[in-house]
């Protein structure tokens, strides 16, 4: 039945990635003024512009050249890059793993914290620890990732001399040392989703715990532990992860400063430094991961629905 | 704080006479050979310096290429100078006003790396060299060369260079690190063009060991470079950092050698935060100021009303406050420019010199709006200033007094405002309809400067300027080789030019230069030569 479900959710997934491609493609293109002209005379990519346009398959119809990319996506061949030379397929495998790595550390870091904040301040409602837990959630969703991020970098080197930016290290090189440098960034990747989530929980828990079959639970005598955590928490999860899945996609979008002020040679600085290089394919290509990865995510959290709610059948 | 020029050199002189100089006593002291300099530069673009005009690739460059001539370096070398020596060429004659021969260093090799694997440059490599950045399609450097005819191997070691016409500036194109780095005949033939870091050969002073999209670069010395004992770093490690908190953060923790912006500086807003915490983290830190080669100014539609008349663009002129623009943008230390840029030390003139056009850089509201009126505009007119920010704070902050100025003479000018990319295609190459602001390149002489952007029918001519005494001085100065009677016409060329305010120029900052107190016989000076800079400076750690 899953299966099925899963199938039937991939079959719905596919005009989505569809229609996403052709935005991706198309945008670009929509742009006013001549790109291949501003990439000549910027970057010199190509000799002229005849061979520009050519390199770029521009000198063909539209629609051909749409089903051309799109018939060499679908092979995984997703161009090359005007800036590097390099197959787009062989950087993006370079840098997406750091960026998924980053995003990863930032949503367990996010629910980490705002599943235990959440049910603490909801269980002690209107206590001194639930109002600080929710301004200390307003003060997470109020600062800005990049604000937070500097503050962090520079007041400990102008008060102790040290900076907390270490160079980057591979993951072949040393692969503690990988994981360390991105804990930081991470955390602050994930403040304003776990701040968001945190709220959510809290809001979520205090209306399940008002429900008759909670004050049943009470009163059988059951312990606080498994009346909040077995038979409340997990039916105030379902809306959260709803939200913890666009959260995702927020701490994705998040990833373009975080990667520059941690000097991370990940894919979101990499699609950034593409628009400012106006390396088209690269732009292209990292959109259309994007999207394909946010579309994926909502589909794990569709299914993950089945495993908080037995009774949801699909 | 604000300095008249007058006072900004002698203080300047002052600056240079505490820090700068310093250095002589050590360069007494024996070089050390070893150590590693960790430098904050730029991801460049890619690798070829004839293909893109970028400073992070010439920048990166400037470490692992050699150029005929180049620019002294060094503590002696007086900011804002560029005295001319040999670096490929041991020697160079000029037999008549068009013919150069260039003798070059025997034994000079190049890196040993493939494909060129360490074999002796020749003139052959010269020639070749000269002969792409002259013909290969996509290099907007190229005018610079413009006025060579042929490049002719002599013999092994002699390259002689014919000129369609007299070109006093051809040595210092020649040596400007935005030009001819020499490059190798084989890694163009094995890679196609030298975009690929691989396609890094050349006869510089350090070779690039690694390079890391994004994360930064690693620099080693040359065993085998033409200088004995040189360099004497030997390792020079770049890294990549687009974030200013974390550059600056860097900075205070002592990672970098230089300032961390360009030419091994620190913008003033964040010195003026930094230097404090800098005395008790970095004591031995030493610095130095110097005006600052990047000029902006607003270019017009001199080929077409209102603009064709002379008073419109004087009042334009007098009613830009650049007292306040040096206040507001720059810390209130800056210097006015008249058309060649203050920076430029032997061949800029001072304001109060300019004569008659000296008064059209006074800030005068009233009588700009005298002139508006004389010339038609009694209610001043409507118009569009093309613009775009290159991520510049800065030039953000001036664009908007720029407009707020304009406005109050009663010129309603509207931000048009545009993405970099179609700024450079077209306001930065004169296709605007009324005014355009932004900064110009900042190269080293005056010609630059001057031929490019007024010269009938060149590309960068931006306000379309058709004017015979202009174009006869530009001309004149060009085919002038006496050094004293081209500063004159130059000097005369400003004096014509501050009257017809075809630009309206707008105060530049003063630069702070920046380097760790272990980095021995190091002088900082304008433009993109980090290596020439480097070459022979040591690390006393």
Redesign the interface.
């Known amino acids: 039945m899953f299966r099925r479900y899963l199938a039937k959710r991939l079959l719905v997934a596919a005009p989505s990635l569809l229609l996403a491609s052709l935005v991706v493609f198309t945008l670009p293109r929509l742009i006013p003024?001549d790109v291949v002209?501003?990439?000549?005379?910027?970057?010199?990519y190509?000799?002229?512009l005849a061979e520009l346009r050519a390199k770029l398959g521009l000198d063909r119809p539209l629609h051909v050249q749409y089903f051309e990319w799109l018939g060499r996506v679908v092979r995984g061949d997703l161009g090359e890059s005007l800036?590097?030379?390099r197959p787009v397929v062989e950087e993006l495998a370079r840098r997406l793993p750091l960026t998924l790595t980053l995003g990863l550390l930032a949503s367990l870091f996010a629910v980490a914290i705002a599943v235990p904040v959440g049910v603490l301040s909801a269980v002690r409602q209107d206590t001194l620890r639930d109002y600080a837990a929710r301004s200390a959630a307003v003060l997470g969703l109020s600062v800005p990732a990049f604000w937070l991020?500097?503050l962090v970098?520079?007041l400990?080197?102008?008060w102790w001399?040290?900076?907390?930016?270490a160079?980057?290290v591979e993951l072949e090189q040393d692969p503690a040392g990988y994981v360390r440098q991105l804990l930081l960034p991470a955390a602050i990747l994930g403040v304003a989703a776990g701040a968001a989530v945190m709220r959510l929980v809290r809001g979520m828990l205090l209306e399940v715990l008002r429900q008759d079959y909670v004050r049943t639970a009470w009163a059988k005598g059951l312990r606080e532990r498994v009346v909040v955590l077995k038979h409340s928490l997990k039916n105030a999860l379902i809306p959260v992860v709803t939200v913890l899945g666009i959260q995702v996609a927020q701490i994705l979008g998040g990833t373009v400063i975080i990667e520059?002020?941690?000097?991370l040679?990940g894919m979101s600085?990499?699609l950034f430094?593409a628009i400012l290089?106006?390396d088209y394919p690269v732009i292209q290509a990292v959109n259309l991961v994007v999207v394909s990865l946010i579309v994926l995510i909502n589909l794990a959290i569709d299914a993950l629905y089945a495993v908080l709610d037995p009774r949801i059948r699909f | 704080m604000s300095l008249s020029r007058r006072e900004f050199l002698a203080l300047g002189g002052a600056t240079l006479a505490g820090s700068v100089l310093v250095p002589s006593t050590v360069r007494s002291q024996a070089p050390k050979r070893g150590g590693t300099l960790s430098l904050r530069l730029w991801?460049p673009?890619?690798f070829d310096h004839m293909?893109?005009i970028?400073y992070k690739t010439n920048i990166l460059l400037s470490f692992t290429h050699s150029r005929l001539l180049r620019h002294k370096a060094g503590p002696h070398v007086q900011p804002g100078t560029f005295p001319l020596e040999g670096d490929l060429a041991e020697s160079w004659t000029q037999s008549n006003e068009t013919t150069y021969v260039f003798k070059l260093r025997k034994g000079v090799r190049w890196h040993p790396k493939p494909p060129v694997n360490g074999r002796e440059l020749t003139a052959d490599d010269v020639v070749y060299t000269m002969d792409r950045f002259l013909t290969?399609?996509?290099?907007?450097n190229a005018y610079m060369l413009k006025s060579v005819d042929k490049v002719e191997a002599l013999d092994r070691y002699t390259v002689r260079f014919t000129l369609k016409e007299p070109f006093a500036w051809f040595l210092d194109m020649l040596s400007s690190p935005v030009a001819v780095g020499i490059v190798a005949r084989e890694c163009v033939e094995k890679f196609g063009d030298l975009?690929?870091p691989e396609a890094v050969v050349g006869t510089g002073p350090w070779m690039l060991e690694s390079y890391?999209?994004?994360?930064?670069m690693t620099l080693v010395r040359n065993p085998t470079y033409f200088l004995p004992g040189l360099p004497y770093i030997d390792r020079i490690e770049v890294?990549?950092?687009?974030?200013n908190?974390?550059r600056?953060?860097?900075f205070?923790?002592?990672?970098y050698d230089l300032g961390w912006e360009f030419p091994g500086t620190i913008n003033r807003t964040d010195w003026v935060q930094?230097k404090d915490?800098l005395k008790q983290?970095r004591p031995g830190l030493r610095t130095a100021e110097f005006p600052a080669n990047v000029m902006s100014h607003i270019s017009m539609r001199t080929d077409g009303k209102p603009f064709s008349d002379v008073r419109v663009r004087q009042a334009i002129s007098l009613a830009i406050d650049r007292q306040e623009l040096i206040d507001a943008v720059f810390e209130g230390v800056g210097v006015f420019n008249p058309p060649v840029p203050a920076a430029l030390k032997e061949w800029s003139l001072p304001i109060d010199q300019l004569g008659e056009g000296a008064k059209y850089y006074k800030y005068d509201p009233a009588e700009a709006k005298r002139l508006l009126a004389a010339a038609g505009y009694p209610n001043g007119f409507p118009g569009t200033v093309c613009f775009t920010t290159y991520g510049s704070t800065v030039l953000v902050d001036s664009m908007q007094l720029v407009l707020k100025h304009l406005k109050e003479v009663g010129i309603g000018a509207k931000l048009d405002q545009k993405e970099?990319?179609?700024y450079?295609?077209t306001c930065f190459y004169g296709k605007f309809d009324s005014m355009t602001y932004g900064p110009q390149t900042p190269f080293l002489d005056p010609d630059n400067f001057l031929f490019a952007q007024y010269y009938p029918g060149e590309l960068k001519n931006q306000s379309h300027i058709n004017d015979p005494v202009v174009a006869d001085l530009l001309i004149r100065q060009r085919r002038t080789f006496d050094l004293a009677k081209r500063r004159e016409l130059i000097h005369e060329l400003q004096r014509y030019l501050a009257k017809q305010q075809y630009y309206v120029q707008v105060p530049s900052g003063v630069y702070v230069a920046v380097w760790d107190g272990a980095l021995k016989n190091y002088g900082p000076n304008l433009g993109y030569d980090y290596g020439g800079r480097l070459v022979a400076a040591w690390l006393e750690r």
């Open positions: 003024g002209a501003l990439m000549l005379e910027e970057k010199a190509a000799r002229d800036w590097t030379k991020a500097t970098v520079v400990p080197a102008i001399g040290w900076r907390p930016v160079d980057f520059t002020v941690f000097g040679p600085r990499f430094d290089q106006r | 991801d673009p890619h293909l893109t970028s290969i399609k996509g290099n907007a975009k690929k890391r999209p994004n994360t930064g890294t990549v950092d687009e974030d908190a974390s600056m953060a860097a205070l923790a002592g990672k930094v915490p983290k970099y990319g179609a450079i295609s």
